[in-house]
Structure formats: structure tokens, C-alpha cells
């Protein structure tokens, strides 16, 4: 894992090899490996220094999670974070220098092993990152991250890169001075030993344990200091809602740590990170941004058995704003499209649609002019069927119209090859309405893109009554292809991601037909950390949108469709009062031409408010919990599984990350006292809080739907 070789100069070379694993990782064992050579190039007399590198890509990018994943005792977390952090200090407080030959990326603990040694040099490499992006998953750097980068390059620099985890390429490592030099990559270790072979005994000492040592830019309680962290923790406040305690405690690592000696701040680094590493929140950010996900990506639950598919070209149907979002996607992901509309003009305006992002980036020097042509070259406009011959699959953007869907099926199908896939991108409709359609229902398949699609990870791979496994299979191919992130539902009004997602903005109507402050409503929802409070993101969404699916299930269903308390509302805004949304001017809030808004000054002429207003706890709860509650009774159902729940929480509706997901929360708030509070809000404000059986049979054992 970690090869030790001396040279005859007296030149030791660390050389990081972690071959069981897919990238160089700190674990137990290659931490365990990484220290005998430490100490044995601090302790053999001959070695003069050593240079630390690897043979793999990437330099080191971390720490294994494996083994912070379920930890739940506050001393297994201190062990874990205090071990690499000591033998760091001995590395730097050794005497002898030591170089860190940066190949490739260095994230987190890989980046903290840079930092710790007397020189950073780095190879030419653009596919470099260098970054501490720890709090990204509700942690922070724990092997003095938190204490060498502020005393290396200031506060003032050293705090977004903490605060926002953000990763740099190598050229801005050397101008913000975490690298101090860059060289081709065929001279990186000849550099290094070079450097090693010249360096005198201050070389081996750190900046910070020279005599003298002054933070550049000021301590944390200079005048200047003293105003960054003021403007600072505002920020951070407003921004972590309270939800996110990884920012505060990072921050807290710098302003108590960097006012004291190195040792006592790496001291205060230790002891809060392993108070977050037990925190939920970091056990929920780490179980599903990065192992959900991370599963989702590697295709987990695609069916077993089918040959995995590369498509060369695809055929989009509706070049509108999905369509052409999907265009550009495909393309730029290296297939060929096949852009259809009804008129060759209204393809065409597509294609430039698709390719306007594409243009922005060539204009601000972000993409080659070349790469632009490549790009283009590959979409063609068309409203001609027969250009679609030769397309492995079709997605179908069209109208939100059966019969229109059910037309454009028919004549895609009179020239696809008979292996072709068709996906239709419906938000509603359900996929085995629509493969009535088609002549061959088992390549049909529903992919649900969400919009922007140039910027929204998430795709809903929609299986159909009569979708083949191998259908799945392959749909979930082209996904990865075009490197978004499936996850696989199945067939049911709204799917997944629409059903859950909707009980948060009707809540938010409910509570308004309740009489409830609508800057509360919304303020709740912001509060439990949803990116946008329900009334505005109605707004957004479009009322009239959300009517027209009401009015549509109503027709579908007949006598069998359940009244439900956002009805009302919905019909007085769009029937009785035309507030739409505030694409056609205007809905629960005025917009005006600035780009500010407020909430419209009527409402509460139409909606008055209650005498007595609930409760913000209440309020609150009642829009989470009611979209776990409709989760559950997904699960329930068998139209998803928990960890790919979770995971369209979080991408699809931007749910927060720090519970974990919709399914997550359950766990997080614990089963009995989740159902134990959904039947209090049940017998107070109606039988949709009802927990559904799944809930009750669950709560009894306390059996987590998503163990560590
Ligand atoms: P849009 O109105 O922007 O585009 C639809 C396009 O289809 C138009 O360009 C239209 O000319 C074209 N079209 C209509 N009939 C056609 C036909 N017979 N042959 C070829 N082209 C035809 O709509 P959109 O927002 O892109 O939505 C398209 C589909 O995607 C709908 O089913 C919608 O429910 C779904 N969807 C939309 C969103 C969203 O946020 N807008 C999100 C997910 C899914």
C-alpha cells in the first residue's frame, strides 16, 4: 500500500500504492503503513529526507469513509482523526525535510499530508485537485487541514476553501501559495530530490514552528481578523439554517485554534471533528450524497444479465424546452441527436437553444471554438420521421398530450429498428397508459428528465407494466452515458419524485386554506432547510400547471378521487382570481420588473387568517414529514427502494442533504417518536398524516430503513 525506497544519496521515496482499493485511501492499514515509513525515515541515520508521492494517477484523495461510515462513539472517531493528525506533527517536527511530489489530485487527509511536509511541488498536470472538501459531507479536515492551511496562506484565503470545500486546479494552488512550485510531470521527482538533497535544517522546520511565527494577514483577533469572522459568521448562518454544523465548528477550528500554539489548535481541530463525525448529519450526508449516490452512479441496481449498451445516437421528439436541454446533454456527452419537431424552423430553433450554453462558454474563453463545432456537428434538426432510421433510442419531449404522445410513437416506431428503445419524458402520464401506443411495450420505458436538464443530475427511469428488464437495463446505460444519475421507479401517478414532491407544496396550500401566516408557510419550508419556501416555489412551478394536473386526476379517477385541502385553493387562485404563477405575472407573490418579490398583499382578503396561529414547530413539521409519510407509502408500494428515495429527494427537489433524504428523516427522528408525532398532526390536521403500515410495523422493532 505504501512502498519505502532509499536511495543511494540517502533520498527516501514514499511511495503511495493502495492497490485494493480504487484510489489511494487512508484507512487504518495504509495509515498503519504510511507511519512505519515515516518513522523509519526519521529514525535510520542515513536518510537525509524524504519525498513523499505515488504511482497511481491521483496523489491521495482521502480518507477511506469505510471507516467512518456508522461510527457512532465519540473515542473510535478521536482515535481515527488523531492518529494521522500525530503523525503528521512528528513528520514536520522531525528534522529531517520532507517533500510532497503532488502527481495528481490531493483531497482532504491526502492534501493535509502536503501540507504537513516542508515542500509542496506539484507536476503540470490539468486533471490535478487540490482542495479540503470535508465539510462537504458534514465533516471537517482533521489532520491539522484546519490549522496549517490558515497559518500557510491567512485567514482570509484559507477560510471559502474550508467553508465551501471547494477544489482548485494547480495554477491557482501556486498563485494562492498552497504549492510553491509547478513543474512538467517527467521532472517531478528529480525536482524533489533535488530540492531534498540542498535543504538545510531550516528547510525542516515549519513557518509555524520558527520563533517569531505571525499568521500572514493577521491572527483572529487582529482588527482584521476580528471583522473577517464577524462578516463571516452572519454568512454562515444564514446559509446552514442551523441545519449544517460542519461550517460553524470549522470556523470555530480557526478562530480558537489559529490564537493559540499549533499543538493546542490541532488539539481543538481533533476533538470537533469527532464530535461531528458521530453528528446525524454528517452520518446522513456521508450514507447518501456520497455512498446513495455514489451507488446510483455505478448503476447498483440495474438488472443482472444484460450486456451493457454504448448508444452512438439517439432521437429526441419535441424540440422544446426539455427536448433541446436533452440535446445538449447527448451531444456534448459524444452522441449523435437527432433533433425532431413539427416544422424543420422549430427543430432548428431547438438546435440553437441547445447549443446558446455551449456558445457562452467558447465567448468567456471556457470552451475551445473547436469543441464547439465538434458539439454542434452532431445535432441535426428535422421534422422529417424517417431521419430517426438508425437511432439506438428515442426520447419523446412532446406536448403533455396522450394523443399527441400516441401519434409520435406510432410513426417513430413505423422506422425504429426493432431493438430501439422508446422513453418517453411525461411528467404525469403514467408509462403503461402510454405504451398502449406503442407495438412493442416492452422497449418502452419512461425517462424522466427534470428541468434545467443542463444543470439537474437526477433522471427517473420509469419501468412500465410490460417494460423488460433488459429495457431497464439498457435505459439505465444511457443515462450513465450522458452522465446524469438514474434512479429506478416504479409506474404509479406522479412516479416518485412528483408524488413526494407535490405533498410539500400542497402542505403549504393546506396551511394557507388553515389560515395560516403565508410569510410563515414559507419561512417554515426555508427554516427545515427546502431550497424555496412551498407558496413561492408554487409560484415557480406554476399554479396553473398543478390545477390542471388536479382537474385531470379527478377526470381519470371519477368517483373514486379523494377531495384534497389544497383543492380549493388551487381552484380560487386559478379559477376565481387568474394568479397562475408568476410566469403569467403573478401568484402568491408580486414580482416586480427589479427581480424582487413579495408575497401578494390580497391573500389575506382571500384567505384569512386564523385566530390562532399554530405553532412553527408545527408548521414546520407538517411540510417534512408529510413528504417521508408519502416515501413510505412509496416504499410501501414497491414504486422505489429507501436509498434510491433518499437519493431523488436530494437531487430531484433539493431536499436537505443534512437529513439525509425524505427516508432518512424517518430514521433520523426515530421510527416510534416519527409515527408517534404523524398521528398527534394526524388527529389535529387531517388522516393524510396517518402513518401508513410499513411505518407502524417498523416502529415496534425500531428497524431503520437505511442502517448505516
Ligand atoms: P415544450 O412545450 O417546451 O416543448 C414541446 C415541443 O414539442 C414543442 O417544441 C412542440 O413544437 C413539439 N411538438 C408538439 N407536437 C409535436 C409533434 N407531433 N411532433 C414533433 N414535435 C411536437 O414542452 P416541454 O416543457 O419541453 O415538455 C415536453 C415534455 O416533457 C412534456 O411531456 C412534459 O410533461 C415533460 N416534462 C417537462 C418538464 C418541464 O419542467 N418543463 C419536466 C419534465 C418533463
Redesign the pocket.
Known amino acids: 500500500m505504501v512502498e519505502f525506497e532509499v536511495s543511494d544519496d540517502g533520498i527516501a521515496t514514499i511511495t503511495w500504492n493502495v492497490a485494493d482499493r480504487p484510489m489511494n485511501v487512508l484507512n487504518d492499514v495504509s495509515i498503519a503503513q504510511f507511519e512505519k515509513c515515516i518513522d523509519r525515515a526519521l529514525s535510520e541515520p542515513s536518510i537525509k529526507g524524504a519525498l513523499i508521492t505515488s504511482s497511481r494517477p491521483e496523489f491521495l484523495v482521502g480518507a477511506d469513509l469505510d471507516t467512518l461510515r456508522g461510527v457512532t462513539d465519540a473515542s473510535v472517531a478521536m482515535k481515527l482523526a488523531g492518529r494521522l493528525s500525530a503523525l503528521l506533527r512528528r513528520m514536520e517536527r522531525g528534522g529531517k525535510p520532507f517533500v510532497a511530489a503532488i502527481n495528481g489530485s490531493a483531497l482532504g487527509g491526502g492534501l493535509e499530508v502536503c501540507l504537513a511536509s516542508h515542500r509542496r511541488i506539484a507536476a503540470d498536470n490539468p486533471r490535478t485537485q487540490l482542495g479540503l472538501p470535508e465539510v462537504t459531507l458534514g465533516l471537517l479536515p482533521g489532520a491539522g487541514g484546519t490549522q496549517r492551511l490558515p497559518r500557510m496562506i491567512g485567514l482570509q484565503r484559507a477560510l471559502p476553501l474550508l467553508l465551501e470545500g471547494r477544489t482548485l486546479d494547480v495554477a491557482k494552488a501556486l498563485e494562492l501559495g498552497i504549492v510553491d512550485e509547478v513543474v512538467p510531470a517527467d521532472q517531478l521527482l528529480s525536482r524533489a530530490r533535488q530540492w531534498l538533497l540542498a535543504a538545510g535544517a531550516t528547510d525542516a522546520v515549519q513557518p509555524w514552528d520558527r520563533k517569531g511565527f505571525k499568521m500572514p494577514g493577521g491572527g483572529p483577533q487582529t482588527a482584521n481578523g476580528r471583522q473577517l469572522f464577524m462578516v463571516t459568521v452572519g454568512g454562515v448562518r444564514a446559509k446552514t439554517a442551523g441545519l449544517y454544523p460542519a461550517p460553524t465548528e470549522i470556523l470555530s477550528c480557526l478562530h480558537d485554534g489559529c490564537n493559540v500554539d499549533i499543538d493546542a489548535g490541532l488539539k481543538i481541530e481533533g476533538r470537533r471533528l469527532a464530535k461531528l463525525a458521530i453528528s446525524p448529519t454528517a452520518q446522513n450526508m456521508i450514507r447518501t450524497l456520497f455512498y446513495a449516490i455514489g451507488d446510483a452512479n455505478r448503476l447498483a441496481t440495474r438488472p443482472a444479465g444484460v450486456q451493457r449498451q454504448t448508444f452512438t445516437r439517439l432521437g429526441i421528439?419535441?424540440?422544446?424546452?426539455?427536448?433541446?436541454?436533452i440535446a445538449h446533454v447527448a451531444a456534448k456527452s459524444g452522441l449523435d441527436v437527432v433533433l425532431?419537431?413539427?416544422?424543420r424552423e422549430?427543430a432548428e430553433?431547438?438546435r440553437t437553444k441547445a447549443l446558446a450554453p455551449l456558445e457562452r462558454q467558447v465567448a468567456q474563453g471556457r470552451m475551445a471554438a473547436g469543441e464547439l463545432e465538434r458539439i454542434a456537428g452532431r445535432i441535426k434538426a428535422t421534422?422529417n420521421f424517417d431521419d430517426l432510421s438508425g437511432v439506438d433510442i428515442v426520447v419523446?419531449?412532446?406536448?403533455?398530450?396522450r394523443a399527441?404522445?400516441a401519434?409520435?410513437t406510432a410513426?417513430a416506431e413505423a422506422v425504429l429498428a426493432p431493438t430501439a428503445i422508446f422513453a418517453?419524458?411525461?411528467?404525469?402520464?403514467p408509462i403503461t397508459g402510454l405504451a398502449e401506443a406503442s407495438r412493442r411495450p416492452k422497449n418502452f420505458i419512461g425517462l424522466?428528465?427534470?428541468?434545467p436538464v443542463e444543470r439537474m443530475q437526477l433522471v427517473e427511469v420509469i419501468r412500465g407494466r410490460e417494460t423488460s428488464e433488459e429495457t431497464v437495463a439498457r435505459a439505465m446505460d444511457f443515462v450513465k452515458q450522458i452522465r446524469k444519475t438514474p434512479i429506478v421507479v416504479n409506474d404509479g401517478r406522479g412516479f416518485y419524485t412528483s408524488r413526494v414532491f407535490g405533498t410539500y407544496v400542497y402542505e403549504g396550500m393546506a396551511l394557507l386554506a388553515d389560515g395560516v401566516l403565508p410569510s410563515v408557510i414559507d419561512r417554515a419550508g426555508t427554516n427545515a432547510g427546502m431550497p424555496v419556501g412551498p407558496l413561492a416555489l408554487m409560484d415557480e412551478v406554476s399554479i396553473e400547471l398543478m390545477h390542471k394536473v388536479m382537474r385531470q386526476t379527478q377526470a381519470d379517477l371519477g368517483a373514486a378521487y379523494q377531495p384534497q385541502p389544497q383543492d380549493p385553493v388551487l381552484v380560487k387562485m386559478v379559477e376565481h382570481l387568474g394568479r397562475l404563477g408568476r410566469k403569467s405575472g403573478g401568484g402568491f407573490y408580486e414580482y416586480a420588473t427589479d427581480g424582487t418579490k413579495h408575497l401578494w398583499p390580497d391573500l389575506g382578503k382571500h384567505f384569512p387568517l386564523a385566530k390562532e396561529q399554530p405553532d412553527f414547530e408545527d408548521v414546520r413539521k407538517r411540510l417534512m414529514y408529510i413528504q417521508s409519510l408519502e416515501a413510505a407509502r412509496c416504499l410501501e408500494e414497491n414504486i422505489i427502494d429507501a436509498s434510491n428515495a433518499d437519493v431523488g429527494s436530494i437531487l430531484g427537489w433539493g431536499f436537505p442533504a443534512a437529513l439525509g433524504g425524505v427516508v432518512s428523516q424517518i430514521d433520523t427522528v426515530g421510527l416510534a417518536r416519527f409515527v408517534e408525532e404523524c398521528d398527534r398532526l394526524a388527529q389535529r390536521y387531517g388522516a393524510r398524516f396517518l402513518p401508513p403500515k410499513i411505518l407502524r410495523d417498523r416502529a415496534g422493532k425500531e428497524k431503520l430503513f437505511r442502517a448505516a
Open positions: 421528439l419535441g424540440a422544446g424546452m426539455m427536448g433541446h436541454g425532431l419537431d413539427t416544422s422549430a430553433a431547438g421534422a419523446e419531449a412532446v406536448f403533455e398530450n399527441v404522445k401519434a409520435v410513426k418517453s419524458n411525461t411528467s404525469t402520464l424522466h428528465f427534470f428541468s
